[in-house]
């Protein structure tokens, strides 16, 4: 399992580079702007910036693609033991999960430490802040599903590219309305309706939904890693 580790961990530090030269972009775009001390200001930086918890899932279930993909297919074409690539995959994956966890944090405590004009888009930032466990259950579920997704590829490429569409589109869609959401208050609305009750209890049925599909997604990559033909 070291092995595959280490062969996944090559392509993992070079993914992982992206994501945080892309933070630092975002940083360093956002002083150039004006953005920490004109609350006027508005533009790409800023919204980046706001979404930045998106973007990271997003990489990460590219990543989680490429990694069930090829990676899986040159590993064993080397001779890796199909257990141990399955193994070498969760551990890559909590890695994964992990340092953009810390990245997470550091980008949501960013702004109040460097004593930037806050903004309600920047609320998004504190999304998982209370429950520690969120934010890597949320990158691990989006792996697996990454994951799984190229596996679907592998084996019908017309059904896995609607999937992989659709996964990219509901994430688009849910960064979409969670910036909406902060901008215009309609959280605030939705939860004086007589629905109110369904917004409150969303976030304990979502963690039930996720953990649930992560347990399952594992146990069909295992399957499907077991009779993985190298193509």
């Known amino acids: 399992m070291v092995k595959s580790f280490r062969f996944l961990l090559n392509y993992s530090w070079v993914n992982l580079g992206a994501i945080f030269g892309f933070a630092a972009i975002v940083i360093v775009g956002c002083y150039v702007t004006g953005v ?3 609350p006027s200001v508005g533009n ?16 990460l279930f ?4 490429a990694m069930c993909t090829n990676n899986l297919n040159m590993g064993l074409s080397m001779g890796a033991r199909r257990r141990d690539f399955f193994w070498a995959v969760q551990v890559n994956m909590a890695f994964y999960a ?13 702004p109040a430490l460097a004593n930037w004009e806050i903004r309600d888009k920047w609320a998004l930032l504190d999304l998982f802040d209370g429950r520690v466990w969120a934010f890597p259950l949320v990158c691990m579920v989006l792996m697996v599903l990454g994951c799984l997704s190229g596996m679907v590829v592998v084996k019908n490429k017309v059904l896995g590219a609607i999937l992989v569409t659709l996964s990219v ?12 959401s902060a901008d215009t208050g309609i959280m ?25 599909g992560a347990v399952g997604g ?14």
Not at 45 to 59: G, K, N, R, S, V
Not at 98 to 110: D, E, H, K, T, Y
Not at 169 to 180: A, D, E, H, Q, R
């Open 169 to 180: 589109f509901v994430m688009i869609g849910v960064t979409v309305f969670m910036i909406l």
């Open 36 to 38: 920490p001390d004109n």
């Open 98 to 110: 992990v340092v953009c966890w810390g990245l997470q944090l550091f980008m949501s405590a960013f």
């Open 218 to 231: 594992e146990f069909l990559i295992w399957k499907v890693v077991q009779r993985y033909v190298v193509r």
């Open 62 to 65: 590219l990543y989680a693609f």
């Open 44 to 59: 790409l930086f800023e919204t980046y910036y706001a979404m930045f918890p998106t973007m990271i899932l997003l990489c």
């Open 188 to 212: 605030d609305y939705l939860m004086e309706t007589e629905w109110g009750w369904l917004w409150t209890t969303l976030p304990r049925m979502m963690i039930a939904v996720l953990s649930a």
